[in-house]
């Protein structure tokens, strides 16, 4: 008697769909909240194209990264990598200045942002 009860319950176990697809659900309710731009900004691909490129120009000076090709230069190359680490958080600033405005972020929801963003 108990070995068919349990039997049944495995069987039932089983046979249940796994719960995937709540997951998926959540998932996509989670995903339609998101504030998507309907909007693009010319500037904006731009300042982000020039942050890659500062990025990308790191990485082959630094050796610890895949891209690496070649230390900076030794006359200059310490200044330059410092007018590039400027240059990068200057259009870094820039590309937050175009997010908000995209966005029509308040300046109260800003600061707020910034604050608890550590920025």
């Known amino acids: 008697m108990i070995e068919e ?6 069987k039932a176990r089983f046979r249940e769909k796994p719960k995937k697809a709540s997951k998926t659900k959540n998932l ?4 339609a909240r998101l504030p998507i731009l309907r909007k693009s900004s ?3 691909r ?3 194209e020039k ?3 500062l990025v990308r120009k790191d990485a082959e000076e630094d050796e610890t990264t895949w891209d690496f090709i070649a230390p900076p230069d030794w006359p200059d190359g310490v200044e330059a990598v410092a007018r590039r680490h400027t240059e990068l958080a200057e259009i870094k600033r820039q590309i937050d200045e175009e997010v908000y ?13 910034e604050e608890e963003l550590g920025g």
């Open 5 to 10: 009860i349990l039997r049944e319950g495995l």
């Open 28 to 31: 996509a309710k989670f995903a």
């Open 46 to 48: 731009e300042l982000v």
């Open 42 to 44: 010319e500037r904006l």
């Open 101 to 113: 405005r995209l966005y029509e972020i308040s300046e109260e929801d800003r600061r707020a942002i």
């Open 51 to 53: 942050a890659i490129e």
